[in-house]
């Protein structure tokens, strides 16, 4: 069975100071990892598909990376509004998404 | 329309009662998935659906859950005599035809059992 593991729980961070969030996965036939944000009482919000080990993706203040185990959301001087829960999602080879339990960001001014 | 639309977007209902929540897939989405979302967890996924194929129901948590979807298009996932332990958030996603496309949510159902 696919197993998704977001570490840690809970983040607070002060504004302008850098961190990482972990998604660690077992999952045979990985075909894609995605990152999502979710805000609350919001849907989740797509962030950025990885395929392959190695692959690095980019969108301001978020860098997302992917190896054969696990993938990293750095997160580089952040600003309140990047305050949510960021879930990242495996899907092997066929259609089903499997979510982690999500790493809730709070980012103090 | 523009997103994936849910309705409603709070529902209370008293325990034993039979609920409606209904998703309207972005236009030209085949794929189409219910998650469950309960306060602190992940995302628990109910049921897939692509095109014409027989939809995959096997995250379904017990018969009291159903869902369909009329014409490849609007979704209805229906539980029925709810229990307290029904109360999440009920979100729906789609996809366009790329297996490997971002799903994209709507803003979820959230479901109160009283």
């Known amino acids: 069975e696919d197993q998704v593991t977001q570490s840690p729980e809970a983040l607070r961070l002060q504004e302008g100071e850098s961190s990482s969030l972990n998604c660690s996965y077992t999952v045979s036939g990985l075909r894609g990892l995605f990152w999502y944000r979710q805000d609350p009482g919001k849907g989740p919000e797509f962030l950025f598909t990885l395929y392959s080990a190695g692959e690095e993706k980019e969108k301001e203040r978020l860098k997302a990376t992917l190896t054969k185990k696990e993938s990293f959301l750095h997160i580089t001087a952040p600003k309140p509004e990047d305050s949510a829960t960021y879930l990242c999602a495996v899907q092997r080879n066929d259609y089903k998404l499997s979510f982690g339990a999500g790493t809730t960001v709070t980012v103090r001014a | 329309g523009a997103g994936v639309s849910q309705s409603p977007s709070n529902k209370v209902t008293e325990k034993g009662k039979d609920v409606e929540l209904r998703c309207d897939p972005i236009?030209?989405?085949?794929?189409l998935y219910w998650y469950r979302q309960s306060l602190g967890q992940g995302l628990e996924f109910l049921i897939y659906?692509?095109?014409?194929?027989?939809?995959?129901k096997s995250g379904l948590p017990s018969d009291r859950f159903s869902a369909e979807r009329t014409g490849g298009s609007v979704s209805t996932l229906t539980i029925q005599r709810t229990q307290q332990e029904d109360s999440a958030v009920y979100l729906c996603?789609?996809?366009?035809?790329?297996?490997?496309?971002?799903?994209?949510f709507g803003q979820g159902t959230r479901l109160t059992v009283v």
């Open positions: 659906f692509q095109g014409n194929s027989a939809p995959d």
């Open positions: 996603a789609t996809r366009g035809g790329a297996a490997l496309t971002e799903a994209f």
């Open positions: 236009s030209g989405h085949t794929a």
